[in-house]
């Protein structure tokens, strides 16, 4: 129920479907702190959603989004949740003005991340103007 709300099917609704986001996003992250309830988001293809939440305008939406990620990554789902274009976003987000971001985006990189991921990344992001937005304030 949760992973098939966090990306907004009617453009009319938007302004409502940040709320709505924001909310399901900070309950997926919540809920997927149970080791049953984290295997069945797994299971479900729930990372690829939560990835798509990176690119919310919303900074309280991203921040959970990380977060989630965080939660998520185990061996078996390292792989997908410190994927190429997760790893550039992070890079990015780390250099936010929001220190909340920031740093979080830091942890992430530094223990979730292998430090050739970041390099690679690093790389790829200076041949590169393509990528999320950071959140606006």
């Known amino acids: 129920m949760f992973l098939a709300h966090l990306v907004p099917s009617y453009p009319f609704l938007l302004p409502l479907s ?8 900070g309950g997926l992250c919540n809920l997927c702190l149970d080791k ?8 479900a293809n729930g ?4 990835i798509n939440c990176l690119s919310s305008s919303n900074e ?20 997908q949740t410190t994927a190429l274009p997760v790893v550039e976003c992070m890079l990015r987000f780390s250099l936010s003005a929001n220190r909340r971001l920031s740093n979080l985006a830091t942890v992430f990189l530094e223990d979730y991340c292998t430090p050739p991921q970041v390099e690679e990344a690093r790389n790829l992001s200076k041949h590169t103007a393509v990528g999320i937005p950071l959140p606006k304030d």
Do not use: C, G, W
């Open 18 to 25: 940040f709320k709505v986001s924001l909310t399901l996003q």
């Open 36 to 43: 049953t309830n984290k295997d069945y988001i797994l299971e």
């Open 60 to 79: 309280e939406t991203v921040m959970s989004a990380v977060t989630t990620l965080m939660y998520l990554t185990t061996p078996q789902s390292r792989q």
């Open 47 to 50: 990372v690829e959603p939560v």
